[in-house]
Every structure is written in C-alpha cells, then in structure tokens.
C-alpha cells in the first residue's frame, strides 16, 4: 500500500511537470493523444508492462525499449523526450500513473469530468450508451468515460469518477456478504 501511494506521489508530479510543458508548447492535444495511445499498448502488451514495473532491467534498457516503442508509434517530440527522462531517472515503473494524473488534469483544464468504468465483461454499444447517459443525468454534464475490462470483478460495475466510487460488482457484493457471515 505504501509503494502504492509512493508511486501515484511520483507519477503526480510527474504528470504535472509533463502537464506544464505541454501546455507551454502548446502541445497539450498531441501528448494526451500519445499517452492515451500509450496507456493502450501498456493494457495490450504484458511484455510492455512486465519490462516496465520489473526491478531485472535497469533504466538504461527500460530507456530504449521506451523510445523504441515511441518510435514505432510515431510519438510526439515532447512525449519522446519525456519517457527517456523518466526512464533515466529510474521512474519508468511510474509510467501508468503518470499517464492517469495527465488525463486528470487534462481533462480539469477542459472543464470535463473523468470517469472510469471497470466492467467484468466489454460492454455493448447500448449498454455504454445507458451508462453514459446515467452519469451525464448524475453529473449534469458529460463525462468523458474510460473503460476498462477486469473479469476479477465477477459481473457487474464499478464507476469512478474524481475521488468517489460506486461499486456495483458482483465480487464486492460476495465480499460483503463474507465479512457479514463471519461477524454472525
């Protein structure tokens, strides 16, 4: 737990600093269409994540996998320089966090609200349109939904939006339902 807010600390500031130069350059669109980019090779490559979160490389090799994959993607300059920085200061691992700190305050500067929806199962279109029309109800303005599959979860939703969660899950329901036999 610890590492964990460690990690969201580094990535934070790490956002903000990349955030900051972005928005100086006037590069803000380009590099949050890098990272969403790059926030999707992460959830599609385990070989991505396994290299990135692992102490067995070191920052150099973490370094030129990272620019060769921003190569390939054909990544902006400053999203380039960026990673290399990040790897070279031994903070690559911090990638993950580092990209969703930079879609918050993104999407803070846009005025929009970020919300994440974790599913067990891909929704169908009309179902993500029922859930995106019950935030924008909830929230009085459009969401901007990011969707994530975790079959960890059993069935059901899980929403987040800023700091509140609303968890509809089948796993947190059963969970509940443990601790209730076992304080009886």
């Known amino acids: 737990m610890a590492d964990d807010s460690k990690?969201?600390?580094?990535?934070?500031?790490?956002?903000?600093?990349?955030?900051?130069?972005?928005?100086?350059?006037?590069?803000?669109?380009a590099v949050e269409a890098d990272l969403k980019s790059l926030k999707a090779m992460i959830a599609d490559s385990r070989d991505l994540r396994v290299l990135l979160a692992s102490p067995a490389f070191g920052s150099e090799e973490k370094s030129k996998a990272l620019q060769a994959v921003a190569a390939a993607a054909q990544?902006?300059?400053?999203?380039?320089?960026f990673l290399g920085l990040l790897a070279a200061n031994g903070r690559a691992s911090a990638l993950a966090s580092v990209i969703t700190g930079f879609e918050?305050?993104?999407?803070?500067?846009?005025?929009?609200?970020?919300a994440e929806v974790v599913t067990a199962v891909p929704l169908?279109?009309?179902q993500a349109n029922?859930?995106?029309?019950?935030?924008?109800?909830?929230?009085?303005r459009d969401p901007e939904i990011s969707t994530r599959v975790d079959p960890a979860i059993l069935g059901g939703?899980?929403?987040?939006?800023?700091?509140?969660l609303f968890d509809a899950s089948?796993?947190?329901?059963?969970?509940?339902?443990?601790?209730a036999l076992k304080r009886a």
């Open 7 to 29: 990690a969201s600390n580094v990535g934070g500031r790490y956002a903000q600093a990349l955030f900051d130069l972005a928005n100086e350059q006037n590069q803000l669109a």
């Open 75 to 81: 990544l902006n300059p400053t999203t380039r320089k």
């Open 104 to 114: 918050d305050l993104a999407a803070k500067a846009r005025g929009a609200i970020a």
């Open 124 to 126: 169908s279109a009309a």
């Open 130 to 140: 029922g859930v995106a029309a019950a935030l924008r109800q909830a929230l009085g």
């Open 157 to 164: 939703i899980r929403v987040k939006v800023g700091s509140r």
């Open 170 to 179: 089948l796993k947190s329901k059963l969970d509940q339902m443990k601790f």
